[in-house]
Nanobody, 125 residues
Framework: QVQLAESGGGVVQDGGSLRLSCEASELTFTPYAMGWFRRAPGKEREFVSAVLWNGGNTFIGDSVKGRFTISRDMVKRTWYLEMNNLKPEDTAVYYC??????????????????WGQGTQVTVSS
């Protein structure tokens, strides 16, 4: 069973930066996309960003556009979320996930079937 391990969360001040990582324990299949979602207290899960395994096309949510960047390292089975100019409203648990449905929409959580445990990001004002 593939395990996803997130790291890099923590507490940062308004305007600060963090880099999240997600490593897959193994990949016996070819993912379609790797993504990041977040859930803030009292809110629904929100799409943050995704990257296609083949080709590297990236997708970014409107609320983080211009501040967050996703990337991947295929050799390390790892993808990253570089978060800059963090704001208090970015405070949430961030989850990484794998989408194995070829040609599906990468912005919907329902298309992802492998999930990490989540890592807390707290931005203080």
């Amino acid at each position: 069973q593939v395990q996803l391990a997130e790291s890099g969360g923590g507490v940062v001040q308004d305007g600060g930066s963090l880099r999240l990582s997600c490593e897959a324990s193994e990949l016996t299949f070819t993912p379609y996309a790797m993504g990041w979602f977040r859930r803030a207290p009292g809110k629904e899960r929100e799409f943050v960003s995704a990257v296609l395994w083949n080709g590297g096309n990236t997708f970014i949510g409107d609320s983080v556009k211009g501040r967050f960047t996703i990337s991947r390292d295929m050799v390390k089975r790892t993808w990253y979320l570089e978060m800059n100019n963090l704001k208090p409203e970015d405070t949430a648990v961030y989850y990484c996930a794998i989408n194995r449905r070829q040609m599906s929409s990468v912005i919907y959580a329902s298309t992802y079937d492998l999930w990490g445990q989540g890592t807390q990001v707290t931005v203080s004002s």
